[in-house]
Every structure is written in structure tokens, then in C-alpha cells.
């Protein structure tokens, strides 16, 4: 493979010598490339995040009588939070049940007179109104139930309301209910954080989004903690006021608590070389490669000064050096085996 056959220079003598035949050469040593080359990192502000963070409010209006958690609690889904005083519900609802019991009562009563009416009219004894007016009204009385039975259904569901239970696991992070308090639809109640289900959410720039599509791997650190990460989506929407794109991650090992902040750090896979492998001549970056006993200086129009320089394609089978003030374009070079 090219990579085995470059190498690389590692100790520049600026003493020239003479060869057997006189010409003056410079004396340079050389390591492997696989031993330089470099996968430059690049990282992006991240937090991780829980997929179930919830203020818990108020459903119906009625006082707070009874906090059954406090701040810190780890409770389960389902669990009693908040109990509610529920009377004015469960009055509703005896009142609902009394109303339905008459009603009933009633359309049975309308019911049998609709019956003996139509008897009646089949016997020639009973008009067609008087059947007419016996159907309508039991028309009505069960029309007038249904809406009763509404009313009960409803005055249940709010008497029900008035306990309030987690909808997932997780922890009381806050608790701004006080006892004694008219909580109306929407008074905060519980804050409750799921610290089970958590992803990893980081902002990209624009201008790294490339490098992060080339990655294969990233890695979430922390507080000195590393936690590997898998790509779960790159949202395709950027940002107007930032110019950032959000990209989400699973924990694939140990997950941090909800809202740690700190860095998405992955490598380009690309390889690349140490920024002081490159050389300036004319203004333009570059390596020296050396055929046989001279060094020609190749280009890299890409290379930023200071930065990791993308390795495009070289010559197979020759050797870089590290190009210093003494070495130039068609320079002899002979190179001497390394130091162990």
C-alpha cells in the first residue's frame, strides 16, 4: 500500500557532507508514514437529554389536599402525585345519578303508555295523534337520559382528575404545589424528569457538518467521563438565526444525568498530515518528496497554515521529508538510516 511505501522525515542535520563523488547532499533520516499520519478531531457543544421531562398541571379546578411526593423521590408511572379535593365532582355525580333515576323511571312509565296506545289504535279505540305524541315523548325522555348520562360520565372523569398520578417513571425535580392552594386547569403541580430514557442532543455548525457526515464513530465527553454515542438522526433543518444543525445520539454505555453539557468529539476518517510536516515555498503549502537522491517540492492547494493537511494522493514509493529553510526545490538529499 502507498501508506507503507511514503516516509516521512524526522531529523533534519543542516550540516551538509560530501558524497564519494563530491557533490554536496543533505543528510536527512526518515520514519514510516503510518507512524505520522494523523486523523485530525473535531467536537461541537452537546447536552444530554431526557425524553420524558414534564411540569405536571392541573386538570380541573379544585384545592390541592394532599402531596404524596417530595423533591428528589423517584417514583413509578402510575404513582400518586397530587391529590385533589374532589367534592363539587362527586356532588355533581350524586346529582347526575338521582336526575338518571328519575328520567328512567319516567320512560318506563312513558314507555308502557306508548305500548297501550298502539294497542289501543290497532283495536280502533286510539287516535293516530294520541300514538303519535306517546312515541315523541319517549323519544324525548330517552334523549333527555343520554345527556344526563354525559353529565355523570363527566363529573367522574374530573372526580377522577383530582388524583394526579405520575405518567412516566422518574425523579421530582420540582414541586411548586402548596397544600390549601385552588389550583385551576393549568396551576403547576410536579416537575417530573425520566433520568432512564435519556439521548444526547448536539449543535452543529455548518461548517463541520461535512467532516461529522465522514465520521464513524463520536464520543460524548464530560467532566473528564467519555460516553460512546450512536447517531440516532442529523435533523435536516438549519437553523436561521444560528446556522447550526442538531444532531441526536443514543448511549450506547453509561449515561449521564439529564442537562450535562460538554463536548461531541468525533475524527475524520481521512488521513492527514502534522501541520509541521508542511512546508511554505512561493506562498504555497506543500511537502518535499524525494526520488532516488533529490527532493522536489509537491503542493497541497488545500493546506492551512496551522492546521492538519489533507493527504491527496502521492507519488507511489517515494519518500516525504519534512521541508525546513535549507531545503529547496531539486535539492540533494541522502538519506541516513534513523536512530533506534
Same mark, same amino acid.
Not at 170 to 173: E, K, Q, R, S
Not at 240 to 246: G, I, N, V
Given at each position: 500500500?502507498?501508506?507503507k511505501t511514503i516516509h516521512f522525515l524526522i531529523c533534519l542535520t543542516l550540516l551538509a557532507s560530501l558524497d564519494a563523488q563530491g557533490a554536496e547532499a543533505m543528510r536527512v533520516t526518515t520514519r514510516p508514514l503510518e507512524q505520522l499520519v494523523i486523523f485530525p478531531s473535531e467536537e461541537a457543544p452537546a447536552e444530554s437529554r431526557s425524553l420524558h421531562d414534564a411540569l405536571i398541571t392541573a386538570q380541573v379546578a379544585a384545592t390541592i389536599q394532599e402531596l404524596t411526593v417530595q423533591v428528589g423521590d423517584r417514583v413509578q408511572s402510575g404513582a400518586l402525585l397530587v391529590r385533589l379535593d374532589p367534592w363539587a365532582y362527586r356532588l355533581a355525580e350524586r346529582r347526575a345519578n338521582a336526575e338518571l333515576e328519575g328520567l328512567r323511571a319516567r320512560l318506563e312509565t312513558v314507555r308502557k303508555r306508548s305500548q297501550r296506545a298502539v294497542a289501543l289504535q290497532q283495536q280502533k279505540q286510539a287516535s293516530d295523534e294520541r300514538v303519535e305524541q306517546s312515541a315523541s315523548e319517549v323519544k324525548e325522555l330517552a334523549a333527555q337520559i343520554r345527556v344526563v348520562e354525559t353529565?355523570?360520565?363527566e363529573a367522574r372523569i374530573q372526580a377522577d382528575k383530582c388524583l394526579v398520578r405520575a405518567p412516566f417513571s422518574?425523579?421530582?425535580?420540582q414541586r411548586p404545589a402548596r397544600i390549601g392552594v385552588n389550583a385551576t386547569p393549568g396551576t403547576p403541580l410536579v416537575q417530573l424528569v425520566n433520568t432512564e430514557e435519556v439521548e444526547l442532543m448536539a449543535t452543529l455548525p455548518a461548517g463541520r457538518v461535512s467532516?461529522?457526515?465522514? *465520521? +464513524?464513530?463520536?464520543?460524548f465527553q464530560h467532566e473528564g467521563g467519555s460516553h460512546p454515542v450512536t447517531l440516532r438522526a442529523l435533523i435536516p433543518v438549519v437553523?436561521? *438565526? +444560528?446556522?447550526?444543525?442538531?444532531?441526536r445520539f443514543l448511549f450506547t454505555d453509561t449515561k449521564p444525568v439529564p442537562g450535562a453539557t460538554g463536548r461531541l468529539v468525533w475524527s475524520d476518517p481521512r488521513p492527514h498530515l502534522p501541520p509541521w510536516l508542511v512546508s511554505w515555498r512561493d506562498h504555497k503549502p506543500g511537502v518535499f518528496l524525494v526520488t532516488g537522491e533529490t527532493a522536489r517540492f509537491h503542493a497541497l492547494p488545500g493546506a492551512l497554515e496551522g492546521h492538519p493537511a489533507l493527504l491527496d494522493p502521492l507519488p507511489e514509493g517515494a519518500a516525504v521529508l519534512s521541508g525546513r529553510e535549507s531545503l529547496k526545490d531539486q535539492t540533494a538529499v541522502k538519506i541516513i538510516p534513523s536512530s533506534p
Open positions: 500500500m502507498i501508506l353529565s355523570l360520565e422518574g425523579i421530582v425535580v467532516s461529522f457526515n465522514r *465520521a +464513524t464513530s463520536w464520543v437553523d436561521p *438565526a +444560528t446556522r447550526t444543525r442538531e444532531a
